[in-house]
T-cell receptor, first 116, second 111 residues
Framework: DAGVIQSPRHEVTEMGQEVTLRCKPI?????LFWYRQTMMRGLELLIY????????DSGMPEDRFSAKMPNASFSTLKIQPSEPRDSAVYFC??????????????FGDGTRLSIL | AQSVAQPEDQVNVAEGNPLTVKCTYS??????LFWYVQYPNRGLQFLLK??????LVKGSYGFEAEFNKSQTSFHLKKPSALVSDSALYFC?????????FGKGTKLSVKP
C-alpha cells in the first residue's frame, strides 16, 4: 500500500514568494496532520483535520500560513509571503479514525523547504 | 499540562550491547504511548505502541518497550544494538487529547 505522499520533496525559493506544499494521505484515513521540524524547535504540530474539517490550527505560527483539505485525498499547506525563518522540513501525517485515539500516525517523507 | 519527556539528547552504544532510550510521560487518564524512529531525510516511522495489557510491548526490528505506571516511564530497549539502529527516536503519548511528541533522542551505535 502507498504511504503518505508529499510533494515536492525539496523546495528552494526566495523570500516573499508563495509556497504550496501538498499531501496525499493514506486512503481511508480520516485524520490528517501537518508538522514542522527544525533543529531549534523540534517537531511542532501546526494544524490537523478530521473528515476534511480543520479541528485545531492553534499551532499555525502566523497568518501567513494557511491549510486546506478540499477532499479526503488531498491537503495543502500554503505560506504567503514566505520568510527565511520558515525554512524547515514540513511533514504530513494521517491516521485512521478520530484525531484522538490510539491508532498510530503515518508520516510522509516530508518537504525540505529553504527560503533564501 | 500533559507532556512527554526524553531526558537524553543523545545515547551512544557499542554494537552488540543492549540499548535503552528513555521516555517519561505526564498524561491524564489511561495513556497510550508510541515510539517512532526517524532515519535521515525520512519521515517518522512507527515502531510500537502501548494501549493496555502487558507492560512489555514488542515492536519492529527487535525493539521493545516497557510501560511502568508507577514511574510514568516507557523506555525503549533492544538487547543487542546494530549500527543500522543509529537514528533519531521519538516517544509520543496521549489520552484525552492529541498526541504529544517528545523532542527526540539521537541514538548512535558504533561498530
Amino acid at each position: 500500500d502507498a504511504g503518505v505522499i508529499q510533494s515536492p520533496r525539496h523546495e528552494v525559493t526566495e523570500m516573499g514568494q508563495e509556497v504550496t506544499l501538498r499531501c496525499k494521505p493514506i486512503s481511508g484515513h480520516n485524520s490528517l496532520f501537518w508538522y514542522r521540524q527544525t533543529m531549534m524547535r523540534g517537531l511542532e504540530l501546526l494544524i490537523y483535520f478530521n473528515n476534511n474539517v480543520p479541528i485545531d490550527d492553534s499551532g499555525m505560527p502566523e497568518d501567513r500560513f494557511s491549510a486546506k483539505m478540499p477532499n479526503a485525498s488531498f491537503s495543502t499547506l500554503k505560506i504567503q509571503p514566505s520568510e527565511p525563518r520558515d525554512s524547515a522540513v514540513y511533514f504530513c501525517a494521517s491516521k485512521p479514525g478520530q484525531v484522538v485515539g490510539n491508532q498510530p500516525q503515518h508520516f510522509g517523507d516530508g518537504t525540505r523547504l529553504s527560503i533564501l | 499540562a500533559q507532556s512527554v519527556a526524553q531526558p537524553e539528547d543523545q545515547v551512544n552504544v557499542a554494537e552488540g550491547n543492549p540499548l535503552t532510550v528513555k521516555c517519561t510521560y505526564s498524561v491524564s487518564g489511561n495513556p497510550y504511548l508510541f515510539w517512532y524512529v526517524q532515519y535521515p531525510n525520512r519521515g517518522l516511522q512507527f515502531l510500537l505502541k502501548y494501549i493496555t495489557g502487558d507492560n512489555l510491548v514488542k515492536g519492529s526490528y527487535g525493539f521493545e518497550a516497557e510501560f511502568n505506571k508507577s514511574q510514568t516511564s516507557f523506555h525503549l530497549k533492544k538487547p543487542s544494538a546494530l549500527v543500522s539502529d543509529s537514528a533519531l527516536y521519538f516517544c509520543a503519548g496521549g489520552s484525552q487529547g492529541n498526541l504529544i511528541f517528545g523532542k527526540g533522542t539521537k541514538l548512535s551505535v558504533k561498530p
